[in-house]
């Protein structure tokens, strides 16, 4: 497993990985959990199939475990989804709440032996949460962590879910924007790409040209893109918005709105329907449904865009921005959330809140392709110093070191990152 490690100290330097094997080599022997709702579709089961990875080569034990649940069970932590992101009329009916309650339930007993032989149990997002309740006498330390957008949620749901939360070790959230009140330490820690996925690692352009005849785009005219889940949040109607307003400047202009769906996601084939409604069959607007596991797709289109919009007006953090800055492109995003922390104006790309907006930095990233060369030196630049899995996976190490060994004697020597301050435990 030395051989894994080596393969990120030739993208990250000698001193991040030293300091990873620093830390393993405190916790070697622990055990760490992982526990959320799906295995594919969605950042968060991407970056736990890395992290898992990398903390076994530690020398770490690492598991990943994911609920099981019915269509009552996901509508409702759909809709707690909506909720907490700040969709104020949503008040799931009791039958759901009780659904939720049981299904949690269920998944303790049948997680159990999993649940109390970790160390460390990482408990990812709403659906999940409940668990803890069915261990009130647990002697390992559980984290919450939160990947969605907390700022503004709907407060009655927030106290339905609170009501569990509180009783873990820790929570993390991406942004200080999203932090809520609890009664525990609260870590901030951006989300992260593996450089080694298959949706990030270098493409020959042979491979990325390939992705013109599959889906009947043409190379010779600009293409805009925007891969996402077919999701309200991510406003994929303002992106055909934007699309048509930048057109009439533009004629050859073509839209690919490239997205799949997930099992804990069961509004996305409606959004979908909807997204096809307005695309009105125009010849230049590709919609693309796409499997989990369309990684080396995504990676070309990222590739062969001119052009990466991220138009979402709820956003926890938008790895697909960084996948596309990581791809040397500028990013056309949502002014929200996560997006905030990586697209920085006439820097990596453009905030916006309109798909007026959108459609002039459209229209204005076409006329300057050296600015887009530029923007995209840039955002590559500022990926490789904060948003790899490496810098992700040493801010958990040193949080579970501050857990379990509040008062240790070990200094860990931690890197200090840009906007990112990490901890130090026991110094």
């Known amino acids: 497993m030395t051989n894994l490690l080596d393969q990120y100290r030739e993208v990250v330097g000698d ?6 094997l620093q830390m393993g080599e405190i916790l070697k022997g622990k055990k760490i959990l992982h526990v959320n709702s799906t295995k594919s579709g969605g950042g968060v089961a991407e970056i ?3 992290m898992t990875h990398l903390t076994s080569a530690l020398g770490i034990e690492t598991q990943w475990e994911v ?3 019915n269509a009552d069970f996901f509508e409702c932590t759909k809709q707690f989804h909506n909720a907490i992101q700040g969709y104020k009329q949503i008040i799931p009916h009791p039958h759901l709440l009780k659904v939720y309650k049981e299904i949690n339930e269920e998944n303790a007993e049948r997680l159990r032996p999993h649940l109390e032989n970790a160390d460390v149990v ?7 949460a409940a668990l803890i309740e069915a261990f009130p006498k647990r002697q390992n330390k559980w984290i919450w962590r939160c990947h969605i957008d907390a700022s503004n949620p709907n407060r009655a749901i927030w106290k339905f879910l609170r009501q569990f939360v509180v009783h873990y070790d820790a929570s993390i959230f991406s942004l200080v924007d999203y932090v809520q009140p609890l009664p525990h330490p609260i870590y901030l820690i951006p ?7 298959e949706k990030n690692i270098p493409l020959s352009e042979d491979k990325i040209k390939d ?3 599959r889906f009947g785009i043409d190379p010779n005219r600009n293409m805009i893109l925007q891969v996402s889940r077919f999701d309200y949040f991510k406003d994929p109607i303002g992106v055909i918005e934007a699309y048509r307003l930048a057109k009439k400047f533009n004629h050859g202009l073509q839209l690919v709105l490239a997205g799949g769906g997930a099992p804990d996601d069961p509004e996305g084939e409606m959004v979908l329907r909807e997204v096809k409604a ?3 069959s125009d010849p230049d607007i590709h919609i693309l449904y796409l499997p989990p596991d369309s990684h080396l797709t995504i990676n070309a289109l990222q590739r062969a865009a001119d052009i990466v919009i991220q138009k979402s007006v709820k956003e926890g953090f938008g790895l697909t921005v960084t996948e596309a800055l990581w791809k040397n492109k500028p990013v056309i995003g949502g002014n929200c959330g996560g997006i905030r922390l990586q697209v920085h104006n006439y820097q990596t790309g453009f905030l916006v809140n309109t798909p007026e907006g959108a459609a002039e930095r459209i229209r204005y990233l076409l006329q300057n392709p050296a600015l887009r060369d530029e923007m995209g030196r840039k955002g590559y630049k500022f990926v490789h110093d904060n948003f790899l899995i490496t810098r992700h996976l040493r801010d ?6 501050s857990l379990l060994r509040p008062s240790n004697n070990h200094r860990i020597e931690v890197h200090k990152m840009g906007f990112h301050e990490s901890i130090k435990p026991g110094i």
């Not at 990482?122 to 999940?128: A, N, V």
């Open 122 to 128: 990482f408990i990812h997002d709403p659906q999940p």
């Open 278 to 280: 307005a695309a009105e």
């Open 396 to 401: 958990y190490l040193t949080l579970i070191l």
């Open 48 to 50: 736990l199939m890395t």
């Open 15 to 20: 001193e991040i990985i030293s300091e990873l």
């Open 191 to 197: 989300p992260s790409i593996d450089p080694f996925n």
């Open 67 to 69: 609920i099981t649940g």
């Open 211 to 213: 992705i013109f005849p």
